[in-house]
């Protein structure tokens, strides 16, 4: 964002369409929602974007155990989560899904997008090599093993190796790491940063960016048939497509075809230079590294390659229960709807900002909700309320004063 400009745009994590959103989901929509009023109260022209990520194993397994097709289960994940948006009087600009068609088509502008960067060599087919569960019918990382054994079968992993296409992370990290260097403000907090910078010191390899074991995402045929598009790459190109970048790339195209011909103005080529993403500290790599990469490398500006790369990444903590994150397995994952009931939306809102510092991890309880409703809306706002009431009443005979000088 810059002060010329007065154009804002902010998205929130496209949320994993695998299970319910929860109140860490409406926390993060929360933050984004009260950024945009903000800078909407001070005159910015805003674009608030949020939405769900819909591709991958995990959603096609979860479908799987609720008896729907994976369509038909985010369809209803996503179906919920809006009305639970409304509930919360979260008033975003544009809600993204991955397997929407219309009225952005998002698995036209992925494949368009991949396509770019691959025609500019920097995605290449390769192998990819891991320890696969057949149980799981996936690649397992270090944290689904214990023992060397799947926690989910109790079976070893098989080692395994497929085509795989490959995109030049290597390539285009020491660019990123420049820019994070040049521009603390891309990462922030500091600490958050920090880690980002020493990852990156520490060396990058190419990233895997197609599987052939799956079904359930976005084919990149036209490229290597049989592939489709690793789930991260598709999730965070869903911000861009929210933005319009379909219409950008149509620019891109006729100015590539004939460089007489002048790029229009569009809505992504006005709001995207001005996008900051919020996510939680886990996904802060991919948003800082893997997605500034990416931008880089499929060149969106004729001139600047960097003109494209979104301004900056805050990230937040979580929403601890009484001081454990949520998890499936603990099974402390909270509803918003019982805070919702309780407090109304406005109270939760304010709760989840004033109680949390943003960038920690911050908890939630009854004790401390009842605390600070009673405290500051009750008590302090509640009483400023009453006695500027009670003041008018008597000093100004019931009618709102008109505006004075005001005191420094
Ligand atoms: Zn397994």
């Given at each position: 964002?810059?002060?010329?400009?007065?154009?804002?745009?902010?998205?929130?994590p496209?949320?994993?369409?695998?299970?319910?959103?929860?109140l860490g989901?409406?926390?993060?929509?929360?933050?984004?929602?009260?950024?945009?009023r903000?800078?909407?109260?001070?005159?910015?022209?805003?674009?608030f974007?949020?939405?769900?990520?819909?591709?991958?194993?995990?959603i096609?397994q979860?479908?799987?155990?609720?008896?729907?097709s994976?369509?038909?289960?985010?369809?209803?994940?996503?179906?919920?989560?809006?009305k639970?948006?409304?509930?919360?009087?979260?008033?975003?600009?544009?809600?993204?899904?991955?397997?929407?068609r219309?009225?952005?088509?998002?698995?036209?502008?992925?494949?368009?997008?991949?396509?770019?960067?691959?025609?500019?060599g920097?995605?290449?087919?390769?192998a990819?090599?891991?320890?696969?569960?057949v149980?799981?019918?996936?690649?397992?990382?270090?944290?689904?093993?214990?023992d060397?054994?799947?926690?989910e079968?109790?079976?070893?992993?098989?080692?395994?190796?497929e085509p795989?296409?490959f995109?030049?992370?290597?390539?285009?990290?020491?660019?990123?790491?420049?820019?994070?260097?040049?521009e603390?403000?891309?990462v922030?907090?500091?600490s958050?940063r920090?880690?980002?910078?020493?990852?990156?010191?520490?060396?990058?390899?190419?990233?895997a960016?197609?599987r052939?074991?799956?079904?359930?995402?976005?084919?990149?045929?036209?490229?290597e048939p049989g592939?489709?598009?690793?789930?991260w790459?598709?999730?965070?190109l869903?911000?861009?497509?929210a933005?319009?970048?379909g219409?950008?790339?149509?620019?891109?195209?006729?100015?590539?075809?004939d460089?007489?011909?002048?790029?229009?103005?569009?809505?992504?080529?006005?709001?995207?230079?001005?996008?900051v993403?919020?996510?939680?500290?886990?996904?802060?790599?991919?948003?800082?590294v893997?997605?500034?990469?990416?931008?880089?490398?499929?060149?969106?500006?004729p001139?600047?390659?960097?003109?494209?790369?979104t301004?900056?990444?805050?990230?937040?903590?979580y929403?601890?229960?009484?001081?454990?994150?949520?998890?499936?397995?603990?099974?402390n994952?909270?509803?918003?709807?019982?805070?919702l009931?309780?407090?109304?939306?406005?109270?939760?809102?304010?709760?989840l900002?004033?109680?949390v510092?943003?960038?920690e991890?911050?908890?939630?309880?009854?004790?401390?909700?009842?605390?600070?409703?009673?405290?500051?809306?009750?008590?302090?706002?509640?009483?400023?309320?009453?006695?500027?009431l009670?003041?008018i009443e008597?000093?100004?005979?019931?009618?709102?004063?008109?505006?004075?000088?005001k005191?420094?």
């Amino acid at each position: 964002m810059t002060e010329e400009a007065k154009v804002f745009s902010i998205t929130t994590p496209l949320y994993y369409a695998n299970a319910p959103f929860h109140l860490g989901h409406a926390y993060s929509t929360y933050v984004c929602d009260t950024l945009t009023r903000f800078y909407r109260a001070l005159g910015y022209e805003t674009y608030f974007i949020t939405g769900s990520d819909e591709h991958g194993e995990k959603i096609k397994q979860s479908a799987e155990s609720h008896g729907f097709s994976p369509q038909e289960w985010t369809d209803k994940v996503v179906e919920d989560g809006k009305k639970l948006w409304d509930r919360c009087g979260i008033e975003y600009s544009y809600f993204v899904r991955t397997t929407q068609r219309k009225p952005q088509d998002h698995y036209l502008d992925v494949q368009r997008f991949f396509k770019r960067i691959f025609d500019r060599g920097d995605i290449y087919l390769g192998a990819y090599e891991g320890l696969y569960c057949v149980g799981c019918e996936k690649y397992l990382t270090e944290k689904d093993l214990v023992d060397g054994k799947c926690l989910e079968h109790d079976t070893e992993p098989v080692a395994m190796s497929e085509p795989c296409l490959f995109f030049k992370l290597s390539k285009w990290a020491p660019v990123v790491l420049e820019m994070l260097e040049a521009e603390p403000e891309r990462v922030q907090p500091e600490s958050r940063r920090n880690e980002i910078l020493s990852k990156l010191k520490a060396g990058v390899v190419d990233l895997a960016v197609s599987r052939t074991k799956l079904d359930w995402g976005i084919p990149l045929d036209d490229i290597e048939p049989g592939h489709v598009c690793y789930v991260w790459f598709d999730a965070l190109l869903g911000y861009a497509t929210a933005a319009g970048l379909g219409n950008h790339l149509d620019e891109l195209d006729k100015f590539e075809a004939d460089p007489s011909y002048e790029i229009k103005p569009t809505r992504f080529a006005k709001f995207w230079p001005h996008c900051v993403h919020v996510t939680a500290k886990d996904i802060l790599w991919f948003h800082t590294v893997i997605w500034p990469a990416m931008l880089l490398a499929a060149e969106l500006d004729p001139v600047d390659r960097k003109k494209y790369v979104t301004t900056g990444t805050y990230s937040h903590g979580y929403l601890l229960e009484r001081g454990r994150k949520m998890s499936k397995s603990i099974g402390n994952i909270l509803d918003p709807y019982p805070y919702l009931d309780l407090l109304g939306s406005d109270p939760l809102r304010f709760y989840l900002l004033r109680e949390v510092a943003f960038g920690e991890d911050g908890s939630i309880n009854h004790e401390a909700i009842a605390e600070r409703t009673n405290a500051d809306l009750a008590n302090d706002l509640g009483n400023l309320l009453n006695r500027t009431l009670a003041m008018i009443e008597k000093d100004a005979g019931g009618m709102i004063p008109a505006e004075g000088p005001k005191n420094s």
